[in-house]
Structures are given as structure tokens and as C-alpha cells.
């Protein structure tokens, strides 16, 4: 299933577990399916409850039960009918994983057809995290999820390859399902193609760039379109868009990691860590200090 690539020292539970992607004999390569019980029974103890920043793709389906499942500092809601998200590079943790029960998917970035409309919803990192299919939407994901379970145990005597596209073909069904049904039974409309752009190059960008301008230069739009296109997809303006991102990336560091503040500042694109304290403490009311100490040792 997973691999740690590195731990954190006895007594420090707040420390972030980077986990790998690491197949399990006899499968296909890039996607494994299994239930909660088979997860938690596979864990490591106490690996689930500590903060975890993944580098594959994990799709929770919830048949019963209820938990809080935290990811990047926000607690979501695991019940019945719900499915969670959680995406490469972002921070999770399990609440009580033993509350609940269903399927869980894990995917290599890569083992969706690149290209294609499956691929650009799961490469999506500004997707939700948690989704709540409703009617025929739900039966039609949860059938899904069915599918896929069945097909990884039960396609070992199918030559890998074949298995292999035979499950990118059911988790392409998964995906499209979760997304365009849960997409129109919201009715938000898409966002303009600026917004798009924008976010995307944010989210390259934002360790080195904080201006609107530098983005609009970049993409060919003035920063007044950049604005107006953010406001109407995102409920804020373009500068406001830039530094959530920076601040979920500085909360990330300051509660998972040991790096000093001062690092965590350049790693950031500020000059100086004066500035960057100036800049934190502006947004969450707080010193950088003060923050990594309220959550470097328990739950966000």
C-alpha cells in the first residue's frame, strides 16, 4: 500500500509522515482498492490518527458509520454516502478511522490517461475534498466504487496489462461520475478559462510570487480581468486568492515540520523572516511561534 520515507522522533506526534506509493506484490502497478478494515488493520499503530501528507491519490466511499477526517487544517464530516478526496501533497488525518466503514482507492498520479477529461479532474487540486452524491448520482458512484473493488480482486488471472486498463477504465467511470454529477446537481457554473489559468499558475508560482501583477504579465491578461475572474469563481479578490495559498503552505510547514521560521519564510519567497512574521500574524491573528505551538504537537 504505502511506504513512510521518513518518521517522526518518539513523542512528537504532530510531525508530518510523508507517505509513498509503494504497490503490493502481484498488483497492478499506479492503483490499489481495499476496505477501511483491511486499512486499518495494515497500518502501522498510530500511524492513522498523526498528520500525513500523501503522495498518491486516496478515495474514501463511505458505507456506514460516522468520523471527522481532517485535511489541511479542516475537519470534514465521513458518514454514509459521502466520499473523500484527498490528493497528493495535501496534510490529512484520521479522526476515529474504526467509526466507519467502505472502500478505499489509492491512485498514482499518472495511472489516468493523461490528457483527457478524467485526467484533468483528478489533477485538479483545487477539486473538493469532501463530495456528498445524492438520488441517482450516489447509486451511480457507489456502483462505481462496486465495480472497481470487484474487478482489482478479482482480474489476477488476466494478463497485468489487461488488468491494469480494465481498472483505469472503471476508475475513469468513478472519477467522471463523482465529478460531473456532484458538479451539476450543485448547479455552480464552471469558472472562466482566466480563473482557471490563474489559480494553476498560483499554485506554480506562489513560493515565489505574491503580486497579481507578476501572474497577469505571465498569462497576458490585465490584473482588473485576473480580479474580477477570481471574485466571481472564488468569492475573493486575486491578491486575496495568492495569500490563502501562501498561508495554507506556512501552516502546513510551521505545524509539520521542524524547519525554523526563518527557512520557512524564504522557502515562501519573503526577504526577510521579520516580514513573513508580519504577514502571518496579520492573517491568523497570531506569531508563527505561537501557531507552531499550538499545533505542532496534536490535532489541527
Known sequence: MVK????????????????????????????EVLTLAELRERAPEGLLPRPQRLDFHQIVAVDTGSAVHTVDFTAHTLDAGSVLWVRPGQVQQFGDAAAVEGTVVLVQPGFLPPGTAVSEVADEPFRPVLWRPVGDDREAVFCAVRHLATDFRTGSRLPPGIHADVLRHLLSVLVLRLAHGTAAASGVPAPAEAFVRFRAAVERGFATRHRVADYARELGYAPRTLARATLAAAGVGAKEFIDRRVMLEARRLLAHSDLPAARIAGQLGFDDAANFSKFFHHRAGDSPGAFRRRHRYGSP
Do not use: F, Q, S
Open 4 to 31: 513512510k520515507r521518513h518518521d517522526a522522533p518518539d513523542g512528537e506526534g504532530g510531525e508530518i509522515v510523508e507517505l509513498a506509493y509503494d504497490a503490493p506484490p502481484g498488483t497492478p502497478a499506479g492503483v
